[in-house]
């Protein structure tokens, strides 16, 4: 090769001259694509045969060397690329002798040599483009700013990264002897290659990586720490391993200011936690009482996410539970209460470790846990707390409001069902409004709710109307029909055929009552179009009792109407009466829940509207925190 390469040049500088060194783009593949000859001379493995194919190439195209070696697969692959693949490795050392240019040139994956010999896990390769490359580096000014061990393909993957994809341990160990600061690159799903072994499982891999230690500038992790990867993939046995071998990494931190601890209280991964917990209290390193950027400590993001099983396991150690505070001295029902995470509250208020005092303790603004889930509007979770009988209901913030103040303010502006659950929730638990007078004259009724009334009592006399016009209309369109005039008995023209049966009756009279009730409901509906605001309110509930009346009856006269035109068909009658009656009792049985008094101090009522709440509450599951905002200082805790 080097007869071949002194005919054609003087010297090696003359040949780079000639082209300038620089990196492939994909619109430069064009005109200098490698011919098949070349690539399968290099595919075999032969060096004599491959020069043999260089020195026939050269004469036959009339080219240059150096213009055959800048040729290219389709995919942007120089000779050095294909030798490494092919794992031709006397190939690749001749190639990267006479043409070091090679060693950095990039494929249209952003692949150099390197890449490919890794991929290919060929650690001969890999070392002869890494010795060769130590060699000619201070002899070419474009590899002077360069360190082949950290370029990046396409993905920022370095030729490490793909070791650890590889998980060659020959070739890993080549990498890493020539550059083992390349352990904490990151590519550009922020993952070094440190994290991706933990992530690939590889013990020895692992262990080999750790011997490096973190670099004193890198305070966070940012994609590093392999105790998060390992949490995250969840393998107690490489926790175990990193803690032995690297128990400093305890202390690094990811971008919100946690420690491993915090992460995995975060993601719920019970033994990860235990066994962090179990070195935090052991080796004394206080990680368990550290608080990340705003201020949670580890028990409070499990809080905050819901995870039961972690909270138990840090309870089970003796913490002063009134001083695990977060920067608004929350404590940790507080934060499950504002997050909505009714089986962490139901669990905490059982716990012997919550006491009154913690229940009803206040946070810099003066709430309670009840304040902050009446804020949120969660009504399992303000269930579980009246309950308990050490919770005050009645307890008041530093703006003088109650919990059930707070639910009441906030439905002036707009009623919804979350809120009227909520609102009742607090007052069967005997909560007050002590400030109603106040929220009166300070908010006004808005246009907006003025506006929504409006449209309620619309929407209203539109469906009123409509049932007007079906009960006038059944009323003559009888079931059964009527007699014509050539009936026998002239006393009967006109009259109902099946007016002597039973079933008629029920049609009638139900028919009737829904009639008369719409009608009702129609003149109320009419009259709160021009009442003030106040009146109008009265008049709407009003006409949705008429309503609700008119609801309940059109089913059983439905019924009633369909079993008089089948009566001579004994099963089809009996279906329908069974699926009347079924359906006329869930409808009876939702207006029930809807309108029972739930307030009223009776025992036996208490109890049946306890068993009525839980129903409703179990039915509309509100776990998320509610769109809009509350006229509330508070609800600036809705971004932690």
């Known amino acids: ?12 500088e003359a040949a780079a001259s000639s082209q300038p060194v620089r990196l492939l783009l994909h619109k430069e593949l064009v005109g200098k694509v490698m011919v098949r000859e070349l690539y399968n001379a290099v595919e075999d493995g032969n060096v004599d045969n491959f020069v043999g194919v260089l020195n026939q190439q050269c004469r036959k195209r009339k080219l240059s060397l150096s213009d055959i070696f800048y040729q290219v697969t389709g995919a942007g692959d120089s000779l050095l690329h294909v030798a490494a693949y092919h794992k031709g490795e006397h190939i690749a050392e001749l190639i990267a002798h006479h043409f070091p240019e090679l060693l950095i040139r990039r494929n249209v994956r952003g692949d150099t040599p390197l890449h490919v010999a890794v991929r290919s896990k060929n650690s001969t390769i890999v070392n002869i483009i890494l010795s060769q490359y130590a060699i000619e580096k201070s002899n070419h000014e474009e590899m002077n700013d360069k360190e082949i061990t950290r370029e990046t393909n396409e993905h920022g993957d370095t030729p490490l990264h793909e070791a650890i ?5 020959d070739v890993i160990k080549e990498i890493f002897c020539a550059d083992n600061d390349v352990v904490h690159y990151l590519n550009k799903s922020r993952r070094s290659p440190l994290y991706l072994a933990v992530v690939n499982g590889n013990v020895e891999i692992l262990n080999l990586l750790l011997e490096i230690p973190f670099p004193v500038d890198l305070p966070q992790c940012l994609g590093n720490s392999p105790l998060h990867a390992a949490l995250l993939e969840r393998k107690s046995d490489l926790i175990n391993g990193i803690l032995a071998k690297r128990p400093e990494l305890v202390y690094l931190r990811d971008e919100d200011g946690g420690t491993p601890l915090h992460y995995a209280a975060y993601i719920g991964y019970v033994e990860g936690f235990h066994i962090l917990l179990e070195n935090s209290i052991d080796s004394s390193n206080q990680t368990a009482l550290e608080g990340n950027k705003k201020g949670h400590l580890p ?3 499990a809080c905050k996410k819901g995870h039961v099983r972690v909270i138990n396991d840090f309870l089970q150690h003796e913490w002063p539970i009134n001083l695990l505070l977060n920067q608004k001295c929350q404590n940790i029902l507080h934060v499950a209460a504002k997050n909505g995470k009714s089986k962490v509250v139901q669990y905490l208020l059982k716990n012997s470790k919550i006491d009154q005092f913690t229940i009803n303790q206040k946070d810099n603004d003066g709430n309670t846990a009840l304040h902050l889930a009446s804020i949120n509007l969660f009504p399992k979770v303000l269930y579980f707390i009246t309950q308990d009988k050490k919770t005050d209901v009645n307890c ?6 109650t919990a059930r103040d707070i639910v009441h303010l906030a439905s002036k502006k707009q009623m919804t069902i979350r809120k009227f659950l909520a609102n009742l929730v607090l007052k069967e638990a005997g909560a007050l409004l002590k400030v109603n007078d106040m929220l009166s004259s300070q908010w006004q009724q808005s246009p907006r709710m003025q506006l929504s009334l409006k449209d309620l009592i619309n929407t209203f006399l539109v469906v009123a109307t409509l049932m007007v016009t079906v009960t006038f209309a059944a009323g003559f369109t009888v079931p059964g029909g009527v007699y014509s005039s050539d009936a026998k008995d002239p006393k009967n023209i006109g009259m109902a055929i099946l007016a002597d049966k039973p079933f008629f009756w029920v049609f009638t009279t139900f028919n009737m009552i829904a009639m008369y009730s719409s009608v009702i409901a129609c003149g109320l509906m009419l009259m709160a179009l021009i009442f003030d605001h106040k009146l109008a309110t009265g008049a709407t509930i009003l006409a949705m009792c008429c309503l609700v009346l008119a609801f309940s009856t059109v089913p059983i006269a439905f019924m009633a109407a369909v079993h008089l035109v089948v009566a001579n068909n004994y099963a089809l009658s009996r279906t329908i009466i069974v699926i009347g009656v079924v359906y006329t009792s869930l409808i009876l049985l939702g207006l029930f829940f809807g ?4 307030g009223i101090r009776l025992l036996l009522f208490r109890h049946v509207g306890r068993l009525v709440l839980r129903i409703l509450i179990a039915l509309t599951k509100y776990d998320d925190r509610p769109e809009d ?9 809705k971004d932690d």
């Open 1 to 12: 090769m080097e007869e071949l390469k002194n005919t054609q040049f003087s010297s090696q």
């Open 396 to 401: 008041s913030n530093n703006d003088g409001f």
């Open 165 to 169: 994809h590889s998980g060659d341990v």
């Open 629 to 637: 905002s509350l006229p509330q200082k508070e609800n600036n805790d």
């Open 299 to 301: 028990i409070h993001l």
């Open 595 to 598: 309108f029972f008094p739930i």
